[in-house]
Nanobody, 117 residues
Framework: QVQLVESGGGLAQAGGSLRLSCAAS????????MGWYRQAPGKQRELVAD???????RYSDFVKDRFTISRDNAKNTVYLQMNSLKLEDTAVYFC???????????WGKGTLVTVSS
């Protein structure tokens, strides 16, 4: 059972930056695709960005040119650099690990990001 542990959430001002990290307990093919999702109060969980083991990335339109996803395969860790934060980025951010884009997979417990004006 792979465990994913997020860190780096917290409070930031609008226009500011935060960096999230997600460490996997081990690497297996079951987490070849790692990513970040978020869920704001009263809303459904949505994809923020994901990245394959080979480094292919995908971003949702609402974070393009502001957020950058990366991974360090040697450390089994994925990062999300969030710049130019907006109030609407406030949400719980969850790390995910899947064997492929549309498979079920593993989830972290989430880390809260709050953006204030």
């Amino acid at each position: 059972q792979v465990q994913l542990v997020e860190s780096g959430g917290g409070l930031a001002q609008a226009g500011g930056s935060l960096r999230l990290s997600c460490a996997a307990s081990e690497f297996t093919v079951s987490i070849a695709v790692m990513g970040w999702y978020r869920q704001a109060p009263g809303k459904q969980r949505e994809l923020v960005a994901d990245i394959t083991y080979a480094g292919v990335t995908r971003y949702s339109d609402f974070v393009k040119d502001r957020f950058t996803i990366s991974r360090d395969n040697a450390k089994n860790t994925v990062y999300l650099q969030m710049n130019s934060l907006k109030l609407e980025d406030t949400a719980v951010y969850f790390c995910s690990g899947k064997v492929s884009y549309y498979a079920n997979g593993y989830w972290g417990k989430g880390t809260l990001v709050t953006v204030s004006s």
